[in-house]
């Protein structure tokens, strides 16, 4: 691993964007659930916290993730150039932790990319 440097995201009952533009890099790039509350204060307690990627790279290649917070949601790319994204809540707060670890290369294994 080359590098590596982390962020945190947080929403409270709304959405919170956010996005990222470096030169071009080999890495992956990982979200977390660091921390819900959820009020509890309605007559229906429907909540939710979710996450929204789009992953560029040099050549112009976009992907878009959509995932839920019950799980660590991760994606990697080689020419890696920004990502951009959303943190979702409703009747909640979350708190998400942004890893991004840089590498020589990435590949593709079993659908995921993975670091080599």
Do not use: H
């Amino acid at each position: 691993m080359d590098s590596q440097w982390s962020t945190e995201v947080q929403a409270w009952g709304y959405t919170q964007s956010f996005q990222y533009t470096f030169p071009p890099e080999s890495a992956i790039v990982q979200i977390s659930l660091s921390n819900r509350y959820d009020y509890d204060n309605w007559a229906v307690a429907l909540s939710y916290a979710s996450a929204s990627f789009t992953a560029m790279t040099a050549d112009g290649k976009t992907t878009y993730l959509l995932e839920d917070f019950g799980i660590t949601s991760s994606f990697a790319a080689n020419n890696l150039t920004d990502f951009e994204g959303l943190l979702i809540t409703g009747n909640c707060y979350a708190q998400a932790i942004i890893n991004v670890f840089v590498w020589p290369s990435v590949y593709m294994s079993w659908g995921r990319e993975v670091g080599v």
